[in-house]
């Protein structure tokens, strides 16, 4: 194993270990959606098809998508008007957050 992918296995352990299980659930379920959906390619979705897989409240929600977003693992595009229940908000997973549920489902992290 070269240092890179030590360093990021290393990195990716940290995020595990960090991650609340209600972060965890949503990382889950924005790969499973980003990887099914239409847009899988490119790894985006909208919010809204977030929130009809998990029945969390909206705002509790976006707490954990915002927490993903501070480790990399998530991105969060807001649309030019705000709307309410985060209606128009584009997710999506990035390459280490695709890793990250790659290497935790094959045991590595």
Not at 34 to 40: F, L, Q, R, V
Not at 51 to 72: H, I, P, T, V, W
Not at 77 to 94: E, R
Request: net charge positive.
């Amino acid at each position: 194993m070269d240092s890179f992918q030590y360093n990021e296995l290393n990195h990716l352990k940290r995020c595990r270990e960090r991650l609340s299980l209600g972060e965890k659930e949503v990382l889950s379920v924005t790969y499973h959606i980003a990887t099914t959906s239409p847009a899988g390619d490119q790894g985006q979705f909208y919010f809204t098809e977030l929130r009809k897989k998990l029945k969390y409240d909206s705002a509790l929600l976006m707490c954990f998508a915002s927490e993903l977003q501070s480790r990399g693992l998530l991105r969060i595009q807001n649309p030019h008007t705000s709307l309410p229940d985060y209606v128009g908000v584009l997710l999506t997973i990035t390459p280490i957050g695709r890793r990250f549920v790659e290497h935790s489902n094959a045991g590595n992290i």
